[in-house]
């Protein structure tokens, strides 16, 4: 059974950083695109970034290119998202993804339960 788990979470100040991590185990996570994703309320689940199977390939959403890092330790089978210069508008459940290379929700079968970032201005 795949799981995702997702952590670093939490309360910061606009400006500050965050740095989340999606732990997988239960498939192997070095033959699959991993993928984070938020979801702000009252909106849709929005495309954050994605790396390919090595990490020789990113894509980002164009908003959030010059703010946010994705990178992944296979050994580790896990993958991070480094946040900087946060503002209140990055406030959303983020959610960790693992399935085929793709901009679109729907291009990934596994999902983590989410972690919570909010950003206090």
């Known amino acids: 059974q795949v799981q995702l788990v997702e952590s670093g979470g939490g309360l910061v100040q606009a400006g500050g950083s965050l740095r989340l991590s999606c732990v997988s185990s239960?498939?192997?996570?070095?033959?699959?695109?991993m993928g984070w994703f938020r979801q702000a309320p009252g909106k849709g689940r929005e495309f954050v970034a994605s790396?390919?199977?090595?990490?020789?390939?990113?894509s980002y959403a164009d908003s959030l290119k010059d703010r946010f890092t994705i990178s992944r330790e296979n050994a580790k089978t896990t993958v991070y998202l480094e946040m900087n210069s946060l503002k209140p508008e990055d406030t959303a459940v983020y959610y960790c993804?693992?399935?085929?290379?793709?901009?679109?929700?729907?291009?990934?079968?596994?999902w983590g339960q989410g972690t919570q970032v909010t950003v206090s201005s």
């Open positions: 239960g498939l192997t996570f070095s033959t699959n695109t």
């Open positions: 993804a693992q399935g085929n290379w793709g901009t679109s929700p729907y291009r990934y079968s596994y």
């Open positions: 790396i390919s199977l090595r990490g020789g390939s990113t």
